[in-house]
């Protein structure tokens, strides 16, 4: 008998996992409980697109590299009747830019990355210079440049994911999980803000930065948080050549957006939890105290820019180890599985992603790309699983 499936948030993982389950024909009802269609508060819209395979773990590459491909195709095999499914795919590439401190991780990277096929290459100053003669040199001891990789618009590839999942027969709910009723077993319902009740055989919570809330509601405890990361928009009066989606050690990155430039520069420092109006406290000089220098140091002529508008965003940040935590978590209830905690790279892994839970959920292993290696058994062994270098 084939299996219904409730999906907890459908944002780009919840649907990216719905419009799998549903290619594959193996699932019986697929429902996704998503509250807001508009998507105004979730992490995919906030985010800036990038996908690279300029990683360390050998698992987030090959992540990347479906991803890289899927993307590729997306528009030719999403498209739907009222969708054209554009996701802006632009295969402008990605470029690290390291101090001294740097040049062993990025290295060792990029031995990493060649190995698996990328096809990246190390650039000293001076070949840094020649080729992107706008980007700044004075502390960049070397730089990693993969042409190959890119970026995508975020929303467009989750309501990609949404109507081709929805044209496939699968069921959005607009509402809200509120509780879970849990046998010794398993879960066996969710309790639904409008009143109702949704029965299922396997649950997936992809909850994103409310991923660690669901979990409390079996009881279990999850190490992700949501973690505020503002991104801003700004204009360049001076001609800057065609750059890829630059990003140095501090974790300040940029890439070209219309006219103008997204990016930004995690704040390390804040507290965890949700921060919604940035105009005021920690956010409200941050552009021009913390990340505008920044910027500049990566492309001089930055030092005269206008800055447009700023929004927050929230990684579902994984405290433990800053990567996704994929499959079951909660302790007796093995119908519950998640994927969450992408901390930053959750729109590149998408589509690998929901691929992965897809077989989790019809076959109760990885069928394509083994990552068991990033289960909630590392946080119960505590062998954290980490980026090295640029994260
Ligand atoms: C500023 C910024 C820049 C980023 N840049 C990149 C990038 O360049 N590349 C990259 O790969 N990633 C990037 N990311 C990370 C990426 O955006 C996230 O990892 C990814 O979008 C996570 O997708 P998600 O579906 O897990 O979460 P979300 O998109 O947040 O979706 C979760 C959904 O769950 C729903 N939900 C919440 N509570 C409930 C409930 N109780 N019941 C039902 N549903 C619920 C929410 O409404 C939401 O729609 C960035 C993030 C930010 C903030």
């Known amino acids: 008998m084939k299996s219904d499936i409730v999906i907890i948030g459908g944002g780009i993982i919840g ?32 985010g800036a697109g990038g996908v690279r395979r300029l990683m360390s773990l050998l698992e987030n590459i090959r992540m990347s590299r479906f991803s890289l ?53 190390l650039l000293d100053a001076d070949a840094l210079r ?88 079996t009881g279990a405890a999850l190490p992700v948080v949501p973690m505020c990361r503002v991104q801003h928009f700004w204009r360049c009066a001076h001609a800057i050549e065609p750059l890829p989606l630059v990003k140095d050690d501090s974790g300040a990155f940029f890439r070209p957006e219309g006219d103008g430039f997204v990016g930004g520069r995690p704040s390390w420092e804040i507290e965890p939890g949700f921060i919604w109006d940035i105009d005021r406290g920690y956010f409200a000089d941050y552009f021009e105290e913390t990340v505008w220098q920044l910027l500049a140091n990566m492309v001089p002529k930055f030092e ?12 579902a940040q994984n405290l433990f180890d800053g990567n996704m935590i994929i499959g079951r978590y909660s302790k007796g209830h093995d119908n519950i599985l998640t994927a969450c905690g992408f901390s930053g790279h959750g729109i590149m892994h998408a589509p690998a992603v ?20 990033m289960g909630f058994a590392r946080v119960l062994d505590d062998t954290p699983y980490r980026e090295l270098g640029i994260k």
């Not at 990216?16 to 998503?34: C, D, N, P, R």
């Open 69 to 121: 491909d899927f993307y590729a195709g997306f528009e030719a095999a999403m498209a739907t009747d009222d969708n054209p499914a554009d996701i802006q795919f632009r295969r402008q590439g990605y470029l690290f830019l390291t101090n001294v401190q740097g040049v062993r991780d990025l290295t060792r990277n990029f031995e990493t990355q060649t190995d698996e096929g990328v096809a990246a290459e």
């Open 15 to 46: 649907s990216a996992a719905a419009y799998f389950l549903a290619a594959s024909g193996e699932a019986g009802g697929i429902t996704v409980v998503e509250p807001d269609a508009t998507y105004a508060k979730a992490a995919t819209p906030a």
């Open 130 to 217: 020649a080729r992107f003669p706008s980007v700044g040199t004075r502390d960049v001891a070397l730089a990693c440049h993969s042409p190959e990789d890119g970026w995508i618009d975020p929303h467009a590839a989750l309501m990609g994911f949404r109507r081709k999942a929805a044209r496939l027969g699968v069921t959005y709910v607009q509402d809200r999980v509120v509780g879970c009723e849990t046998s010794r077993a398993s879960l066996k319902h969710v309790a639904l803000e409008s009143g109702g009740t949704l029965k299922g055989d396997i649950f997936l919570n992809t909850a994103g930065a409310w991923a660690g809330e669901i979990a409390a509601m």
């Open 354 to 373: 929901g691929r992965a839970l897809c077989e989790l959920a019809l076959t109760g292993e990885f069928q394509t790309l083994d990552l068991s290696r």
């Open 304 to 315: 005269t820019i206008k800055l447009q508008r700023s929004w927050p965003g929230h990684y």
